[in-house]
T-cell receptor
């Protein structure tokens, strides 16, 4: 298995532009998580899905952020409009059924976003 | 108070030394606990789960103290390759989100 796939790996954009991050979870996993990591705030959960349904989006910072999971093999995280404070590494992770306490989360390589 | 707190370090120890770090959590109802490892500019990866009775995996030992609400990670005979950031992870229930600590940086010197 290729693991969790994220694209792009690096994104540099200008303030105000729309940014779309993409994630393909591991086949057979039905929980998907979006995280943001910065030096100041560490690793923060933004949103997670079970069976393509958003379960908890309380970590989404504001309305400029949105996430979708149209099917079991694809998810997007969109920022519109982007701001310099959105600069961070964005990780996608997946795991098997969310009903077990000790499910391991498998992380993708991350997308390093820089907003100028 | 943060839900999961860790000493950020860095811990700088010589190769072969034993090193331990703790992590405290605020929610007494927390049910599952993990240690993840993150190398520089890489993604986090599961190191080990932490069970109530404590568990060991080679040179790594994890302990849980529910009364004091902390978990610990002990690394024996440390190797250069152990240099990384160690993230403490807590989950209240199977239906709740996972909370990551901000990590403890460990650097092993020759």
């Amino acid at each position: 298995d290729a693991g969790v796939i994220q694209s792009p790996r690096h994104e540099v954009t200008e303030m105000g532009q729309e940014v779309t991050l993409r994630c393909k979870p591991i086949s057979g996993h039905n929980s998907l998580f979006w995280y943001r990591q910065t030096m100041m705030r560490g690793l923060e959960l933004l949103i997670y899905f079970n069976n393509n349904v958003p379960i908890d989006d309380s970590g989404m910072p504001e309305d400029r952020f949105s996430a979708k999971m149209p099917n079991a093999s694809f998810s997007t995280l969109k920022i519109q409009p982007s701001e310099p404070r959105d600069s961070a590494v964005y990780f996608c992770a997946s795991s098997t059924a969310g009903g077990a306490l000790y499910n391991e989360q498998f992380f993708g390589p991350g997308t390093r976003l820089t907003v100028l | 108070r943060k839900e999961v707190e860790q000493d950020p370090g860095p811990f700088n120890v010589p190769e072969g030394a034993t090193v331990a770090f703790n992590c405290t959590y605020s929610n007494s109802a927390s049910q599952s606990f993990f240690w993840y490892r993150q190398d520089c500019r890489k993604e986090p990866k599961l190191l080990m789960s932490v069970y109530s009775s404590g568990n060991e995996d080679g040179r790594f030992t994890a302990q849980l103290n529910r009364a004091s609400q902390y978990i610990s990670l002990l690394i024996r005979d440390s190797k250069l390759s152990d240099s990384a950031t160690y993230l403490c992870v807590v989950r209240v229930s199977s239906a709740s989100k996972i909370i990551f600590g901000s990590g403890t940086r460990l650097s092993i010197r020759p």
